[in-house]
């Protein structure tokens, strides 16, 4: 079972900004209520491979995804899969410059969820779209309130 949750954010900054800001996977914890903590567990540069365990809590669960970036195009996108246990995640962001020198950043996350968990597809696919409104709502947020420069 696969539940898909795709939001889109559109903000004044422009595209490197945001992209920098963004594809720096730590910064959940600032923007996403639902991310308690993100700690990059690698070092150097961003690149693919680099690694993070994102703690997330929803209600009074609350668990750690270990992420890896599988793909990154600095400055357009990035993905990164987190595999294990009943839940496969991959979290993709794509930064698009507006005319008007602003970004449109489409975010997508898809849940794999192994089989014994099908029937509870109705709820999970209802708390993740709540999750995907609530990113929404903080992304928008902290976007507007980063730094200028």
């Given at each position: ?30 923007w ?23 703690t ?23 993905s ?8 496969t ?24 969820f ?17 999750v ?18």
């Amino acid at each position: 079972m696969t539940i898909t949750i795709e939001r889109t954010v559109r903000t004044a900054r422009p595209v490197g900004e945001v992209a920098k800001y963004l594809s720096d996977f730590r910064t959940t914890a600032q923007w996403d209520p639902h991310t308690k903590s993100c700690k990059r567990t690698d070092s150097g540069p961003l690149r693919v491979g680099s690694e993070f365990d994102n703690t997330q809590s929803l209600g009074p669960l609350t668990t750690t995804l270990h992420y890896r970036v599988v793909s990154l195009d600095e400055g357009r996108s990035i993905s990164l899969r987190s595999e294990g246990g009943a839940v496969t995640a991959t979290d993709s962001m794509r930064f698009d410059e507006q005319p008007d020198g602003g970004t449109l950043v489409t975010y997508r996350a898809e849940f794999e969820f192994a089989a014994p968990l099908r029937p509870l597809e109705p709820v999970l696919r209802r708390l993740l779209e709540k999750v995907g409104d609530d990113g929404k709502a903080g992304m928008e947020r902290a976007l507007e309130q980063l730094p200028v420069g």
